[in-house]
T-cell receptor, first 114, second 110 residues
């Protein structure tokens, strides 16, 4: 099992560019989520999904889109990158609609927007 | 990420001593609480969780204490080892969502 795989590990964008952060898990987990982590701040939930075809907003959804067409994949799209989106992004999954079961995190994507 | 340790409160502990990391939460409706460990450049790793109907739970070398009266959570690490050096943060939540604290950086002094 590879667990949760995120690509790319590093990315530099110019303001206004778009890109997709990829997240895939091979554990057949229903729940998947995206967080951003900024210095001095806790992990903040961007979007989450409780199953294929179902997504919902988290704490900081503005500027990001998600879709969940399969159980395995949960890509995060930045439509028009802004410097405020410079951060480290983590994808996480859990076996069921999350009620405290362990979240399995990917290794992160470090994004810089210039 | 690489910068996760910046701007965080730091706890320095001698190797072999016990560590106590504290966390305050704000939502009294939270019904579960979790501790994660994050090493530099890596994603967070689950350590232990506790439900709101408990006040103590023990794992391997770790104990979590929950005081709902003052909305406080603590993680105790016994016989701290150099490999315990990391950022530790708590999470609290209910259905489908969890809110994480900013974390505490644990430095183990050999």
């Amino acid at each position: 099992n590879a667990g949760v795989t995120q690509t790319p590990k590093f990315q530099v964008l110019k303001t206004g560019q778009s890109m997709t952060l990829q997240c895939a898990q091979d554990m057949n987990h229903e729940y998947m989520s995206w967080y951003r982590q900024d210095p001095g701040m806790g992990l903040r939930l961007i979007h989450y999904s409780v199953g294929a075809g179902i997504t919902d907003q988290g704490e900081v959804p503005n500027g990001y889109n998600v879709s969940r067409s399969t159980t395995e994949d949960f890509p995060l799209r930045l439509l028009s990158a802004a410097p405020s989106q410079t951060s480290v992004y983590f994808c996480a999954s859990s076996p069921l609609a999350y009620r405290g079961e362990e979240l399995f995190f990917g290794s992160g994507t470090q994004l810089s927007v210039l | 990420g690489e910068n996760v340790g910046l701007h965080l409160p730091t706890l320095s502990v001698q190797e072999g001593d016990n560590s106590i990391i504290n966390c305050a939460y704000s939502n009294s409706a939270s019904d579960y609480f979790i501790w994660y460990k994050q090493e530099s450049g890596k994603g967070p790793q689950f350590i232990i969780d506790i439900r709101s109907n408990m006040d103590k739970r023990q794992g391997q070398r770790v104990t979590v204490l929950l005081n709902k009266t003052v909305k406080h959570l603590s993680l105790q690490i016994a016989a701290t080892q150099p490999g315990d050096s990391a950022v530790y943060f708590c999470g609290s939540g209910g259905y489908q969502k969890v809110t994480f604290g900013i974390g505490t950086k644990l430095q183990v002094i050999p």
